[in-house]
């Protein structure tokens, strides 16, 4: 705890001296961010997903949706089922 503050005065030091700004993302905005593959001119952006989460609940919907607009899962060897 203590050494993550040091490390953000020092880093907040550092912007002042180099007359920037810091400016926090949260941890949700960096993923996104990271798995942006595509934005189009009217702010709409395309993810790559990484892992499925299936479950038993809500899943099938979620399959019914893609079968009904001929779609299919992308990487079915991503996919990890919970209870």
């Known amino acids: 705890m203590v050494r993550a503050a040091l490390a953000r005065r020092r880093i907040s030091a550092l912007a002042r001296r180099q007359n920037r700004t810091v400016t926090s993302v949260s941890l949700p905005q960096k993923v996104w961010d990271?798995?942006?593959?595509?934005?189009?001119?009217?702010?709409?952006?395309?993810?790559?997903?990484d892992l499925h989460l299936v479950h038993e609940v809500t899943s099938p919907q979620?399959?019914?949706g893609l079968r009904i607009n001929g779609r299919r899962v992308?990487?079915?060897?991503?996919?990890?089922?919970?209870?």
Do not use: S
């Open 74 to 83: 992308r990487r079915p060897d991503l996919t990890v089922a919970t209870e």
């Open 62 to 64: 979620a399959f019914d």
């Open 34 to 49: 990271r798995h942006v593959v595509h934005r189009d001119d009217n702010g709409n952006e395309l993810l790559y997903v």
